[in-house]
């Protein structure tokens, strides 16, 4: 510094004290400048004061010598002093040259910088909230000072600036919150430990109200509730538990819309105690904002359901994530079904209970997508008119079908999944029929499902599709392979126009529906697919394949499933995947307890409904022989059994054929067809079962069936024996009567024409050599 520069009104004395490297002698040369400037004050010599201000700054303060900065810092806080209650007119020049040593690279000359400041702000008191962002930008960085006595300064300018604003009621938060927002995202945990103090003092003030703009803030929160101190984690949870009380208590100033993303985000972080925060967060969103959240049900459901995978060691979440799934899904309502250009008018008629929240809110539209696309919240308007919300299914739809095409998705996550496309299917069919042709493969593959509950809720999601009204229309679009209504009418299912044809049989099953039991276009579509998985996986089949077709036969009408399948059965080209199918279906016929109904109406054919039954099931049943006469003996038609038996002769006989055979001795002994043993009795009037069932025992070897029917013919009576005097005088009776619509001829060739297909396919595989003859001799 130049010794002989003019620093007037400043004396060599005070600007020679100034330069010292004395602290002391500093601190003489500030007592002289504050009397100096309590003259002028006096005077009121505001020219000389900006001077004295300028020199001490320029001169001093940002000079190039490190004690010559010193006594400009100590000199500009005198002249602070001095200037007492007037000293908000200079703060400016006051401050900004104090905040640049802020920067410098001593740490005792931020000390010194951050003692100034003290007594600067110290004597101003509110006349410095004017300048609060850069006194609270210059504290931040002091705030993660590695020198301990600049960070312990600054903590005590920041106590002294905090019970300003606290006692104030001029804060401008509106200024401070773009700094507040840019400040919140320091990775320093001091500066982290600094935006959080100060957060929870603006909080306790009663004349700011931060919840205004919390949304430009929670993110940056939920990234310090992630810091690896403990102590700022635990600050900053209790910044955020105050947070979302004063959002319980006030929620219709709340702005949920515009923070929906922000927890779905955090929602899915790896972090336990972020994301357990965020759900609890999430779930009382859902529960105050009502319907307001539903624009960002794919979000939501993109973040909560793999957490209803969770085992024990994340219990807390699971179970708040669980209660979000339930809140959310009973937002959706019928209502969401209608079409959206009704819906304004129609909203205006029928208010929610959400219209108590604040009319910009519902001006959400669009889907919160986080996982799946890289769409940001929807351009939100504070508008006065509150617009309708329309639930969009595209993107909810999308993320439930990802979720269950996740193999690896956890088994509580997928029955979420599928309990959420049954309760749309159920309150807003006509919108999701819209989506059928995507989900419905993903559908089929989950009957392969290793749970039997997952299996269950993904019947009945595709029994809701095969019976819902909605999903009737006038194409039921391509089934696949040949004309399959081409023929025989009482054989084709239901579809428009035809759709009666199954049910005329009364109520018979049709309190299993879960909607109606009128079938509609997707009912033949889900039969043809579910027989060609069976057809492609064997292994689901022999798994899996009773329990599902005994489900769908609680869940839809039994009789249209059975007639479906014969029907499409009857023209399918694999011949020993057709005997398969229908051995599987007539067993499980004849022993679910689920089809006592149908058993019951095939078992007299009284109805013309019973009698068409029959004849479909017979046609596609002739791919088996055994099941063929098992069928027979179920409706009665011993006739017709014996027939058949008499046509074993010509067959090729087999390990398999005889294998089903002993099967169907074992059912005859089986309490389905006790029936059939107590006819037995009858003799005169049944030969024909008499005659079928030896000829059952001439077919099989010496075995134990054989010994099993054996003994049971042995127990026939002899009719004589069996004659009273009241029988010899009535008239004989005759055996049951055929029916006179079902020509037992023409279903007796038919019989022999299937079995010659087998025939033939039996002799082409064998002339390749890749059949092995399992032909037995009797």
């Not at 919108?431 to 993903?442: E, G, V, Y």
């Not at 199918?581 to 109406?601: G, P």
């Not at 059939?676 to 001439?698: C, E, F, S, W």
Request: proline share 6%; hydrophobic share 40%; charged share 25%.
């Amino acid at each position: 510094m130049n010794p002989e520069k003019d620093f007037a009104p400043l004396t060599p004395n005070i600007v020679r004290a100034l330069n010292d490297k004395l602290y002391e002698k500093r601190k003489v040369a500030a007592l002289e400048i504050e009397k100096l400037v309590r003259e002028f004050v006096a005077q009121n010599n505001t020219v000389q004061i900006k001077h004295v201000i300028q020199t001490l700054s320029q001169e001093f303060a940002l000079s190039q010598h490190p004690h010559s900065r010193k006594g400009g810092l100590i000199g500009l806080a005198a002249c602070s002093i001095a200037l007492g209650k007037d000293s908000g007119l200079y703060l400016k020049e006051l401050i900004e040259p104090v905040l640049t040593c802020f920067n410098d690279a001593d740490s005792r000359l931020r000390y010194y910088a951050c003692e100034a400041l003290y007594n600067i702000v110290k004597v101003a008191r509110g006349a410095v909230l004017p300048h609060f962002n850069v006194l609270f930008d210059g504290l931040s960085k002091l705030a993660a000072d590695p020198d301990p006595n600049v960070k312990s300064g600054s903590e005590l300018l920041d106590r002294l600036l905090k019970d300003i604003v606290t006692e104030s009621n001029k804060f401008d938060l509106v200024s401070f919150i773009p700094l507040l927002r840019e400040r919140i995202y320091s990775n320093n945990q001091y500066a982290r430990q600094f935006i959080i103090s100060w957060i929870l003092v603006l909080e306790s003030v009663p004349d700011i109200n931060l919840l205004d703009y919390l949304p430009e803030i929670l993110d940056g929160l939920f990234q310090i509730l992630g810091d690896n101190g403990k102590e700022i984690r635990k600050m900053c949870e209790v910044v955020l538990g105050e947070f979302l009380k004063e959002i319980k208590k006030n929620p219709s100033s709340v702005k949920f819309a515009e923070m929906a993303n922000i927890l779905v985000i955090h929602c899915q972080t790896t972090d336990d105690l972020i994301q357990l925060t965020a759900m609890c967060w999430m779930r009382e969103f859902i529960q105050l904002a009502g319907r307001v959240m539903l624009p960002y049900s794919s979000g939501i459901l993109t973040a909560v359901l793999p957490c209803l995978a969770y085992d024990d060691r994340k219990k807390s979440i699971k179970e708040v994530a669980n209660v979000c799934n339930q809140s959310l899904m009973k937002l959706v309502t019928p209502e969401d079904d209608e079409p959206d250009e009704l819906r304004p008018g129609q909203r205006q008629a029928e208010p929610t209970p959400d219209d108590a929240l604040p009319k910009q809110e519902g001006t959400a539209s669009g889907e919160a997508m986080v996982g799946f696309t890289s769409a940001l919240p929807p351009d939100l308007t504070h508008s006065t008119e509150r617009a309708p919300v329309t639930l969009h299914l595209d993107g909810i739809v999308q993320v439930l079908n990802c979720h269950l095409s996740d193999t690896a998705i956890g088994m509580m996550t997928r029955i979420a999944v599928l309990k959420w496309l049954y309760h749309l299917y159920i309150k807003t069919p006509r919108k999701m029929f819209r989506h059928t042709d995507s989900l419905f493969p993903i559908l089929l593959q989950t009957l392969s499902d290793e749970s039997d509950e997952v299996i269950l809720k993904d019947l009945e999601v595709l029994a809701e599709i095969a019976s819902s009204p909605a999903g009737q229309t006038d194409d039921p679009g391509p089934l696949d392979g040949p004309d399959l209504q081409a023929s025989h009418p009482e054989l084709q299912v239901p579809t428009p126009g035809r759709a009666g044809l199954l049910n005329t049989s009364g109520t018979k099953g049709l309190e299993c529906s879960p909607s109606t039991p009128t079938m509609n276009s997707y009912f033949y579509k889900f039969m043809i697919n579910l027989l060609k998985r069976f057809s492609s996986e064997r292994k689901l089949l022999e798994v899996r394949g009773p329990f599902i077709i005994r489900q769908l036969c609680l869940l839809l009408n039994a009789e249209n499933i059975f007639h479906s399948m014969a029907d499409i059965l009857l023209r399918e080209e694999d011949l020993k995947f057709a005997s398969t199918m229908v051995h599987a279906l007539n067993t499980i016929l004849l022993t679910s307890t689920e089809l006592f109904q149908l058993r019951n109406q095939l078992k007299d054919l009284k109805t013309l409904e019973s009698q068409n039954l029959f004849c479909c099931l017979y046609r596609s049943w002739c791919h088996n022989p055994v099941t063929t006469v098992s069928l027979c003996f179920l409706t009665q038609n011993y006739r017709h059994a014996y027939d058949l038996i008499q046509k074993f002769g010509d067959l090729e006989v087999t390990v398999d054929f005889l294998a089903e055979v002993d099967k169907l001795v074992q059912l005859i002994e089986c309490p389905i067809f006790t029936y059939l043993r107590l006819q037995l009795l009858d003799v005169k009037n049944n030969p024909y079962l008499i005659k079928a069932l030896y000829g059952l025992l001439m077919l099989l070897p010496q075995s134990s069936a054989f010994q099993l029917l054996s003994h049971r013919l042995q127990c026939v009576p002899n009719p004589e024996l069996l004659q009273t005097e009241d029988s010899l005088k009535a008239a004989p009776k005759s055996q049951k009567a055929d029916s006179p619509s079902i020509d037992y001829a023409e279903l007796l060739q038919h019989f022999e024409k299937v079995q010659n297909k087998h025939l033939e396919v039996r002799h082409q595989r064998s002339g390749r050599g890749d059949h092995l003859d399992r032909r037995v001799v009797l």
